[in-house]
């Protein structure tokens, strides 16, 4: 989490009852007080990757700062099945989530899938 710190003048609790000839640049005056503030931070979805030689499985997590993951989907296994699909119905089923949050993760998803069948993922079905 993000701490911000932030530097304010305390004014004096006296001040009402001091004379109008009082001293306005006394050492009370300009008494410093800092106050730190929690930024707080927006959860975030992110994919996960299960690289293997003859599969790739994909999930859908949400990570909330400062209390840890939680999983939205299984791995999903291409190309056992196809992974974009459940993925994207997965997304869908989520009305939270973005028309173009959901864009971008598939489009991350392809990416992904298509360096692992170019990298000679899956070669044995490729014979």
């Not at 939270?96 to 992904?112: E, G, P």
């Amino acid at each position: 989490m993000k701490l911000q710190r932030l530097a304010v003048s305390a004014a004096s609790e006296a001040r009402t009852a001091e004379p109008s000839t009082a001293n306005p640049t006394s050492s009370e005056e300009n008494e410093k007080v800092e106050v730190i503030v929690k930024v707080m931070q927006t959860p975030r979805l992110v994919l996960k990757f299960v690289w293997m030689e003859k599969n790739i499985g994909v999930a859908l997590d949400q990570v909330i700062p400062g209390h840890g993951t939680n999983p939205l989907s299984p791995y999903y296994f291409w190309p056992r099945k196809d992974a974009w699909e459940e993925l994207k119905s997965t997304l869908e089923s989520k009305p939270w989530i973005s028309q173009k949050k959901m864009i971008i993760l598939l489009n991350q998803a392809t990416d992904i899938i298509n360096l692992w069948q170019q990298s000679g993922g899956n070669q044995s079905q490729k014979h």
